[in-house]
């Protein structure tokens, strides 16, 4: 038996930011990972930069600490008054640094085959011995037979769809009818940025959309367009004449954003595209369509980005998300169900795990139906990640415990980030530990 004081599965930004905090208290964590590293939306969805949530967040310690290790590594910008705009890249490396520092153990490539349930606790988590064998020798005496059983005290559910809630057998909130459309970003090398910065500030005057700024000798930009008629888009002529002469299809250019990436002079990455024909994204038909889709749409708009954008004119597909950007899924229901209306009147908890701006941001399938509603700063208190069916099984991320519209606030990295600390600090008061945060900045 392998004996934890915290399991945290999934090890994205929120599950990252729980096993760091979680580890600085001196408790014996464990991180498990179904990928070959961590990051989750960052590295694998591409989804950079991290969307600022106000001048009051709490719980920033290990979004500090990450801003930290990639500014070290030349892997992070501060622009547009956000820090958050990190090189996906090295921030596979970076966690690897930040989970070291932290006495975190990590599994990769590693899948919970089931769980062991014990009056309303989470008893063990089960993995196959094989699984485990490449990261601990001593396994491999054991009988093959045996499969290997994982006990902790807390355990952390940071997989986005929440399957380990699904498979202690939860109660969710989610229902079919809401539902976002998902996105696969992409990453474009050998841009001539400087040449495409001079063009795009010209074409476009609208500081609200773009913006291109040389910080430290490094040219930071971004741009945006969509076919929603809530503004007037500069680049929408280019759009609807590449449509007309084939080169896009219609629904391509439902939403398109690009913008620089930290340490990547010559690369350019893109939000898009939005893929508004399959949005069930519980279903693996579903989200195996949505992928053939995206790529045959990425494929066009790097032809168009050729044909129509100064600079881009030997430009190339350099990286393709190797997952879906996913904006809700699965959510659990919580001890306390945080609701819209806790986000428009700022409701006050006694234990928040995060203090956010960030507006209502839920984007629909169709035209002029997405939510952009801006917010004062509102709390989400820890009840909304703890189970209400199993007493040690706590969320982070994506699947917590609010209802749809909520959580199209509270799903951003920022605020993953704060939960993720949030929690850890919460496991830490139980076990009446303190929390080092010096130790991981040296």
Known sequence: MNNYDVVVIGGGTA?????????????????????????GTITSALVVPAMKCGEHQINTEFYDALVSELKKMGGQATYLDNQGWFNPELTKIALDNLMKNASVEVFFDTHIQDVVIENKKLKYIKISKELLSVYNDTLE?????????????????????????KLCGCNFLEEKSEQQPVSLRFMMGGVDVPRFAEWLKNFDKDRNVTTVEDINDF????????????????????FEDAVAKGILKNHDRNYFQIFTVAGMPT?????????????????????????????????????????????FENAYISNIADMLGIRVSRRIKGKYIYTLDDVKSAKK????????????????????????DMVSDYQLPIESLMSADIDNLFVAGRCISADFMAQGALRVQASCFSMGVGLGKYFAELEHKNINFEKASK
């Open 141 to 165: 005496n054991i009988d093959k037979d045996l499969s290997v059983y994982i006990e902790a005290k807390y355990y952390v559910d940071a997989t986005g769809n929440c399957e380990i809630g």
């Open 267 to 311: 690369n350019i990455a893109f939000n898009c595209p939005r893929i508004i024909d399959y949005t069930d994204t519980l279903k693996v038909k579903n989200m195996s369509k949505a992928l053939q889709l995206a790529r045959q749409n990425i494929y066009r708009l790097a032809d168009f980005c050729r044909k129509y954008l100064p600079g």
């Open 219 to 238: 040219i930071h930009l971004s741009t945006a367009y969509t076919w929603d008629k809530d503004k007037k888009w500069a680049l929408s002529p280019l």
């Open 15 to 39: 599950g990252c930011a729980v096993a760091y905090t979680a580890g600085l208290a001196g408790l014996k964590v464990l991180l498990i990972e179904k990928g070959i590293h961590l990051g």
């Open 349 to 372: 908890f006694c234990h928040p795990v995060l203090v956010s701006n960030y507006p209502v941001d839920v984007h629909s399938n169709e035209k002029d139906k997405s939510t952009l």
